[in-house]
C-alpha cells in the first residue's frame, strides 16, 4: 500500500475551516455583550471575549487581537484546541435560548488576522534587572517567560527539542493546530527580548544547580514525557509505537510507514485519539482504540471521541491487552487481549476494570499504539530537589512556588493527583500567575524591588 | 378575507400600498412591474423640467451588521422628457385601470407654471396630483421643492394655484425639514388640498469614510447634504403623520410616508392616521415583490382582529396620542423579571446600574448559589429601560402597579393648584 506524499499533505491539512469575513462579522454581531459575561469566568485565562468580540464587530481586529493575546499569550493555539464547548461556550448566556456564540472560531478569525499581518502586539516592560531561567517552552513556560519580559525580567528559556512550543508544536495534531500557528506564538515571545535557547536539555547540558547559581529564579515548565510501558511481552517489537512519538514525527515529516497497516491503539484519552486519528491519516487500512474501562470512563473530549468516528476509528470497550505477539523478524502481527469487566470503586474514583479470566483473544495487528498517559520528568524534579508526588511537583496553590523558594513550577508539571488540568489554557494561565507571583516576590515585595543591580 | 380596498380624498386603489414617488417609480416599465407584483398605487417620479442627476446618489447606514436602516439620496427629480414620461403614464393606467395612479408635480413657484403642468398631467389620465413640496436637495436651491415647503405661505398659495386647474384630487406631500410639521399641513389645507402626504425625506449626510474622508456618497470628491429615509426614520414620520391627524386644523386625509418596510409599520400609520401608506425604501432593499409579504399579512391580521374593512383601523389610535400635559402622574408600571425566563446576561442590570436608577440587583439564591436578578420595585420608576435592552422574549415584564392615587395629568395638576391659589387669595 503506497500513500503519495499529496494525499500525506491533504490528510494533515487544518480540518476546520476558518470563518469567512461574513460569518465572523455576522456571529460577532449576535453576541449580546453581557454584563459580567459568563464566558469571561469560564475562561482560565479570563479573556474578555465579549469585548474582543465587540472589537471584531467594530472592525478593530487590532484590538481584537491584542485583548486576546493579553489574557492568553497562546490564544491563536487555543483558539484550536481548546475543549470550548466545556469552557466559554459552554457558559454563554445563548445556550438558554438559541445557539452560543463560536468563541472559539471568532478567537482563531482575530488571532488569525494577527498573524497574516504580521503584527507585534506587546513589548518588554522596563528592565528591572533580575533574571529568570524557564525550563521548557511549551505553553507554560512560554506564558510564564511572555509576561515575565513585560514585567521587565531578563529571560532565558531552556528548550530541548530543536524548536519551542512544546505541545503546541509538537504534541497537537496537524490537522487540528499547524505548527505554524504555535511558532508564531513562540517568535511572539522571543520579539520582546526572550532568549530562548533551544536543543538544550536542562539536567544534562545544563544542571539544576548551574541554573540556580546563575539565575535569580526559575520557572519549572517541563510537562511530562513518554507513554510509560504497558508492562507485557512484546513491546521491544517493531511496530509498537508510543503515541506521543508518532505524533510528534508527523509534525516534523509526514510518513506513509503505517499505509495499510492495521493498527491498535492501547487507551481513550484524548492522545489516544489523536493517534488514532494521524494513523487514519497516515494510510491505516483499519484502527480501533482497545479500552480497559468503558465509554463512560473514557478521559478523551466527547468532541475527540466523535472526531475520531468520524475518521473511520472503531472502539473496543472493556478491553486490556495481554501481549503483544511478533512474528519471526521481531515485527508486530498481532495483539492477544482479555475482556474486562467494571467493579464499583471508592468514592470519586473511576469504576475499576477486572479482568474476566478465559475471555483472551487476538487481534491481527501490524502495530501497536501505546497512549496509556504520560510519564514524568522526575529524575529531573529530583536534580531541584523540589517536593513531588510521583514527578508531580508540589505547589503553592496562589502563587506557583515550589518547596525551593526560588523555583516556580507551571504546566503539566504540576497536574495530577488532583492538582490542575491538562488543557493547554490552564497551563498558560498557570505559567501567568507564576510570572506574577514571581514580579511580586522579586519586585514589588522587595525594598530594592525594580532597581538595577 | 378583509377588504384591503382604500379611498384617499376620492382616490381609489386596491390596497393601501402604494410606491411613493422616488427611483422606482421612474418609468412606466417599473411602475407597470409593480402593478404585476401587486402595488394597489403609485406616485410618479417626479415631473418638471428634466434635470441633470450626478453619479453615485444613494448611501445608506447599516446597523451591527442589518443593511440598510437608513437610506440617503442625492438624487433629483425626473430627468426624462416631460412627454416621454405622459406617454407612458398613459400606458401604464390604460394597462391598470384600478390602481391608483399619482401623478408627483414640481414647477417653479408661478401660478401659470402650475397651471400648465396640471393639465398636461390631467390629460392622460392620472388619478390625483401630489405636489413635490419636500425634496431638501438639488430643487431647493432653484425655489422648489423644500424651499417652498418650508413656507406655509407659499404651500398654501402653490397648492391654491393648483387647484384652480386641478380635476382630480390634489395631495400636498411635506417636508419633515421644519420646526413643525402641522404649520404647512394646516396652510395646505388652507389651500384647499384634498390631502397630505409626509414625510418626504429628511436632511441627512450618511457617513465620512474612513480612509478617505470623503463623504458618503461622494461625487469627485465633494458631498452635499441628501434626503434620509429607511427604517430609521419611521417613528419621526409616525409622529408627524399623527400630530397632523389629531390637529382639528388639518383635518384632510393623510398618505402615510417615511419607513414603511413591513405590514406591522402599515398598521401604526393607519391607526394614527393615515389612509394609506407610500413605500420606497423597503422596494429599493428587496424589489416590488415585498408587497406581498405586506398584504398577506395585512389581510391575516385584520382577519385574525375580525376587522372586515382596512378602512376601520384608520385612526383609531389617534386619540390616544396627546400632549404630555394630559398623562396620568399616577399611573406607575414596575419591572420584573422572569427568573425561569431570563438567561443571565446582566445587560438589564447594567443599564439600570450606568444609566438609569440603580434599582436591579444581582442576588444569589441561598440554596442552589446560582444568581439571578431582582427589581426593587420600589425604586424602580417603570422608565422600561431593563425591559427594552433585554434580549429574551417574556423575560421582563413592565407590570401595571395599583394607582397611587386618581389618576391626575399635570395639565389637571396645574389646574387644580391654580384653583387653590384662588381660593386662598
Known sequence: ?453 | MADLRINLAGIKSPNPFWLASAPPTNTGYQVQRAFESGWGGAVWKTLGDPIINTSSRFAAVHFNGHRVAGFNNIELITDRPLDVNLKEIYETKKLFPDRALVASLMVEPKREKWHEIVKKVEAVGVDGLELNFGCPHGMAERGMGSASGQQPDLVERQTYWVKEAARTPVIVKLTPNITDITATAIAAARGCADAISLINTINSLAGVDLDSWNTIPHVAGKGSHGGYCGPAVKPIALNMVAECARNAKVSIPISGIGGISDWKDAVEFLLMGATGVQVCTAVMHHGFRIVEEMIDGLTNYLDSKGIERVSDLVGRAVPRYTDWGNLDLNYAVTARINTETCINCNKCYIACEDTAHQCIERAQDEESGASYLKVREEDCVGCNLCAIVCPVEGAIDMVEQPAAGVPMSWNERQAAIAKLSMKGA
Open chain 1, 1 to 453: 500500500m503506497f500513500i503519495s506524499e499529496d494525499a500525506l499533505k491533504r490528510n494533515f491539512a487544518e480540518v476546520k475551516a476558518g470563518l469567512r469575513p461574513k460569518q465572523a462579522f455576522e456571529e460577532a454581531h449576535r453576541c449580546l455583550y453581557c454584563y459580567d459575561a459568563p464566558c469571561i469566568k469560564a475562561c482560565p485565562t479570563g479573556i474578555n471575549i465579549p469585548s474582543f468580540i465587540k472589537r471584531i464587530s467594530n472592525k478593530n481586529m487590532l484590538g481584537a487581537a491584542r485583548t486576546i493575546l493579553e489574557a492568553n499569550p497562546m490564544g491563536a493555539s487555543c483558539a484550536r484546541v481548546c475543549p470550548t464547548e466545556e469552557l466559554c461556550e459552554g457558559a454563554c448566556v445563548l445556550n438558554d435560548s438559541s445557539k452560543p456564540i463560536l468563541i472559539g472560531d471568532l478567537q482563531r478569525f482575530a488571532t488569525d488576522w494577527a498573524i497574516r499581518n504580521n503584527q507585534q502586539l506587546f513589548a518588554s516592560g522596563e528592565r528591572n534587572g533580575r533574571t529568570v531561567a524557564v525550563v521548557g517552552g511549551g505553553p507554560a513556560g512560554l506564558s510564564a517567560a511572555r509576561e515575565l519580559a513585560r514585567f521587565g525580567f531578563t529571560v532565558t528559556v531552556f528548550e530541548a527539542k530543536s524548536q519551542a512550543g512544546g505541545l503546541n508544536t509538537y504534541g497537537i495534531v496537524s490537522f487540528r493546530l499547524p505548527q505554524e500557528i504555535a511558532l508564531w506564538e513562540v517568535e511572539q515571545v522571543r520579539r520582546l527580548g526572550v532568549d530562548i535557547r533551544t536543543n538544550v536539555v536542562v539536567g544534562r547540558d545544563v544542571t539544576a544547580d548551574e541554573l540556580l547559581g546563575t539565575y535569580d529564579t526559575v520557572v519549572l515548565a517541563v510537562g511530562m514525557s513518554k507513554v510509560p510501558t504497558l508492562g507485557i511481552a512484546g513491546e521491544e517489537l517493531d511496530g509498537v509505537y508510543d503515541a506521543i512519538e508518532l505524533v510528534e514525527s508527523t509534525k516534523v515529516s509526514l510518513s506513509g510507514e503505517l499505509s495499510g497497516r492495521r493498527v491498535v491503539v492501547i487507551g481513550a484519552g484524548n492522545t489516544a485519539i489523536d493517534a488514532a486519528t494521524c494513523s487514519v491519516r497516515m494510510g491505516a487500512e483499519h484502527v480501533e482504540i482497545c479500552y480497559r474501562r468503558s465509554k463512560q470512563e473514557m478521559t478523551a473530549y466527547e468532541f475527540e471521541y466523535e472526531f475520531a468516528k468520524s475518521d473511520g476509528v472503531a472502539f473496543r470497550w472493556l478491553t486490556a491487552p495481554v501481549r503483544i505477539i511478533g512474528d519471526e523478524q521481531g515485527r508486530v502481527k498481532a495483539i492477544e487481549c482479555v475482556r474486562m469487566k467494571l467493579e464499583p470503586a471508592d468514592s470519586g474514583r473511576r469504576a475499576r476494570p477486572v479482568t474476566i479470566p478465559g475471555s483472551e483473544f487476538t487481534i491481527e495487528a501490524d502495530a501497536v499504539i501505546k497512549a496509556i498517559g504520560q510519564t514524568r520528568h522526575v529524575p529531573l524534579v529530583e536534580q531541584f530537589q523540589l517536593a513531588h508526588t510521583r514527578g508531580i511537583v508540589t505547589i503553592d496553590n496562589e502563587t506557583y512556588q515550589t518547596s525551593n523558594p526560588k523555583v516556580y513550577a507551571a504546566g503539566d508539571v504540576i497536574f495530577g493527583e488532583g492538582q490542575g488540568d491538562a488543557m493547554v489554557v490552564s497551563a498558560v494561565q498557570q505559567g501567568k500567575l507564576a510570572a506574577f507571583a514571581i514580579y511580586k516576590q522579586l519586585v514589588l515585595d522587595d525594598p530594592d524591588g525594580g532597581s538595577q543591580t
